[in-house]
């Protein structure tokens, strides 16, 4: 258990987690690995050990139950008293992800949005009260928020992400279209969604291209 | 020029562009491959690679010429006569991706909008039009359209990447939380936001506990 665990297999195991979530939903009881990796795109030697790192074994017969694994996977993911999530950035994709992410995962909930908008501060939206910047300080530390989900624009990113930072936050998710300069301790993911559509463009044109028969 | 090129390669490339765009509208003329890897946080060398796969070479006193570079990988980047996208799924989150693209890249134009929602229909919404779901197969191909971004919920996913397939479009962003079937032909992108949230949690809670001294 306390083996370094690459980012690809977390990834995974999320993936898992929601593939058992819906096979719960349909009562399903027991699936097998093979069937797993039919269900997320992998092989069955890639899950067992997954499922190893979890800790979690199947039975040869009977596979895994599904109960048990979605338990253990969540055991292995989450914080057992929960994580805190803040987001900065209230425009259309800030607000876009309050919804998204509302309810989701009761475990990781975004408990405080902020922005500099004063039109903004002291709304609900989608569950979820935006503050003013000036309090990120304040409230991050106080909560005990530990990831922040940055939706501001490039030119704004550097330095929510300073203020993150030094309030204690350790893991980013980044939206704005640029490269963040962090703490080596901070864990940063960036989701770049421009890079995302150019490169789906070029894969497209190139298969269009080779479909011409080239 | 007709060596395969990696996804990953051509997502440095988008990001050198960004980063290029931004020196020019700062009225940057040169620069060093050095430097432009600080500025991605990559090496040198894969710098001077990856303009290689471009075809571009930069001086080695000035370095390279800031409009020709930012040329050079637009010319590979991009069609010369763009190409067309189509957003399937208008809820928060299409609604915010047609705000965060539009007018972001002219050779990369999000087509049309489509929901099954009629309140939608005939709206313009951030500048693209949404339309029913019934006219997707004409008007994707009567547009030429050949990129698909997806942003229904995951339940409604696997069906509007069939339709989208079945009118031509050989490129998929995918922002539903499941993976998809497609032909081997099309090139899909998974934005798995929740799986990059429980990433980002992931890390940051194992930080936090290094951090702890455990």
Redesign the interface.
């Known amino acids: 258990m306390n083996q370094p665990v690459s980012?690809k297999t977390?990834?995974r195991l999320?993936?898992y987690r929601?593939v058992l979530y819906g096979l719960l939903a349909e009562g399903e009881r027991n699936i097998f690995s093979h069937q797993l990796a039919v269900?997320?795109?992998g092989t069955a030697a890639q899950v067992r050990r997954d499922m190893m790192a979890v800790g979690y074994t199947g039975s040869p017969t009977r596979g895994y139950d599904v109960q048990d694994l979605t338990d253990s996977i969540g055991r292995f993911?989450?914080?057992p008293q929960g994580?805190r999530?803040a987001l900065v950035g209230v425009?259309?994709?800030g607000?876009?992800?309050l919804?998204?992410?509302s309810g989701?995962?009761p475990k990781?909930a975004i408990e405080a949005a902020f922005d500099t908008d004063p039109a903004k501060f002291g709304r609900v939206i989608h569950g979820c009260r935006c503050h003013p910047m000036e309090d990120l300080s304040s409230l991050v530390k106080e909560s005990g928020i530990?990831?922040g989900?940055i939706t501001v624009p490039a030119d704004q990113a550097q330095a929510v992400a300073d203020k993150l930072c030094q309030a204690g936050?350790?893991?980013?998710?980044n939206f704005a279209?640029?490269?963040l300069w962090t703490p080596s301790?901070?864990?940063?993911?960036d989701?770049?969604?421009?890079?995302?559509?150019?490169?789906?463009?070029?894969?497209?044109?190139q298969?269009?291209n080779?479909?011409g028969g080239v």
């Open positions: 980012g977390i990834g999320s993936l929601r269900l997320v795109g993911l989450d914080s994580q999530v425009g259309n994709l607000r876009a992800l919804a998204y992410f989701r995962r990781l530990t990831v989900i936050v350790l893991g980013l998710l279209p640029m490269r301790v901070v864990y940063v993911e989701i770049d969604m421009t890079m995302s559509l150019e490169k789906v463009a070029f894969f497209a044109r298969r269009a080779e479909k």
